[in-house]
C-alpha cells in the first residue's frame, strides 16, 4: 500500500466513489478509504430497499465517467411521467409527460448498490487508484502542505488533499471542527420494495398526505420501490407491523392507484434532516455530497446535488493541477465551495419550503395548494421550467454533467 498520495477520499458512497472515478486519466495518485465493503454482486430477484431517482444531469455525468453502461448492465429504470398529487380536503394534481417536453424520459430509478458497484468496479482498471476498504481511520490532521490519516492498523496515509465523502455524519467534517447547521424533521421514510396488481406504466407517483409524501418509484417486472415519510412513530409501527396489514395500509394511503399490493419486500425506516455545513473547505480538505448537505428526499434530489458537487470539485482540482497549482490550497478549494454552495442551499431550501407547505393542514393553505397544483399543471410554461429544473438542467453545471 502506498502512504502518500496527491487525493485521500474517505467514504467510497455514490459521491466518493463518483469523484475517484472522475480522477482517473490523471496524473494524479488517489487513495479511497472506505468501512463497509460494497456489495458487488447480489441474486437476480433482489432488489436494494434504497434507490435513487437519477436527473438528467447526473445521468450524463455517469456517462462521462464510462460508468452508465455498468448500470444499464445491472438494472436501471427509466420513467416517462410523474403523478403528484394532493387529496386531503380537496384536490390538486400535477402530471409530468417527458413527451411535452420531447425528452425520452424523465430520469432514472436506480437501486444505490447498482451506481455504487458500477462506480467501484471500475477502480481496478485505474493504476492511479487504490482502494482500501475495509478500514477505519482513527486520527485525522492537517499540516500546512498536507494532511494525514492514520488507519486503525497504525498505517499513516498523506495527502494534498483529502476529501470527505463519508456521508451525514461525517467523521471527517467532525474532526476538521467544521459545524453543521440544521433540524432532524418530524419525519422517518419507510422504503421497501412491493410488486403491485397493476402496472406502474413506466411512471413516478407521490401522494401528499396529512403527514407526509408517499411515492411509488418504478422498478423491472411490475416491482416499484416505495418512500414513504411519515411521523417516526407511524414509521416504526410500519416497519414492525404484520405483513398483510402493512399491504392494507399502504394500499389504502396510496388510494388503491395500482391496485392491490401483491408481495412486499423487506422494510427499512431512515430519520430525515436537513443539513447544511456552515464551510465546504478549509485549508487541505474539501466535503462532498451528503458530508456537506443533507435534504428531504420529497423531490429526489440528494445524491444529485452530490453527484454535482462531486463533478465541479473534480473539475476544479484538475484545472488547478493542470496549472501547476497546489489542489489542496484554500484558495483553490473555495473556487468548488462558492460554485456550489448557492445551488445547494436553494434546493435545500425549495424542499423544506415544498415539506412544510404540504404539512399544512389548515383550511386557506390547503386550498391554495390545491388552486396551486391545479393551475401549474395548465400552465405549460411553469410545467416545463419545473420539470426541467427536476432533470437537473439549472444553474452553472459543470461540464461533465452539460
Ligand atoms: C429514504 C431516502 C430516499 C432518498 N431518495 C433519493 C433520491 O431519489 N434521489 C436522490 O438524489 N437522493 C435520494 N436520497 C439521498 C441520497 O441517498 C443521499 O444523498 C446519498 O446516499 C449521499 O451519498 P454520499 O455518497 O454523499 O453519502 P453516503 O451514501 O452516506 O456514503 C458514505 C460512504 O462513506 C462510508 N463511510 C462513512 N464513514 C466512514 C469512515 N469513517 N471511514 C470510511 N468510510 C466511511 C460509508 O460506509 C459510505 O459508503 C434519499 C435518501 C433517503 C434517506
Redesign the pocket.
Known sequence: MKTDYDVLI????????AIANALDGSDLTIGI????T?QMQWPPEHFDI??????RA?QRFFENLGVWHGMEQRRVTPYNQMHVWDSTGGHGEIHFDAAEINEPNLGH?IE?SVI?SALVERFADFDNIEFICP???TRLAFEKDHAWLELDDGKKLAAKLIIG????????RQIAGISVKGWQYDHK?V?TVVKTEKSHQNAAWQRFLPTGPLAF?PLENGYSSI?W?TSPSLADQLVAMDVELFKQDLEQAFESKLGTIVEVGQRGA?Q?KLQHTTNYTRPRLAL????AH??H?LA???????LLDAAALTEVVLEAHQAGQDIGSHQILRRFERWRKGDNLAMLAAMDGFKRLFGNQTAPVQFMRHLGLNMTNRATPLKNFLVKYGMGYKGDLPKACR
Not at 50 to 55: E, K, Q, W, Y
Not at 300 to 306: I, P
Open positions: 474517505v467514504g467510497s458512497g455514490m459521491v466518493g466513489a478509504i472506505e468501512n463497509h460494497p434504497r434507490v435513487s431517482a437519477i436527473t447526473s430509478i444505490n455504487q478500514v477505519n481511520f465523502t463519508d456521508g451525514a455524519n461525517s467523521r471527517v421514510a422504503v418509484l418512500v415519510s431512515f430525515l462532498a455530497g451528503d458530508a443533507a435534504v428526499p429526489g434530489q440528494g445524491v444529485n446535488l452530490g
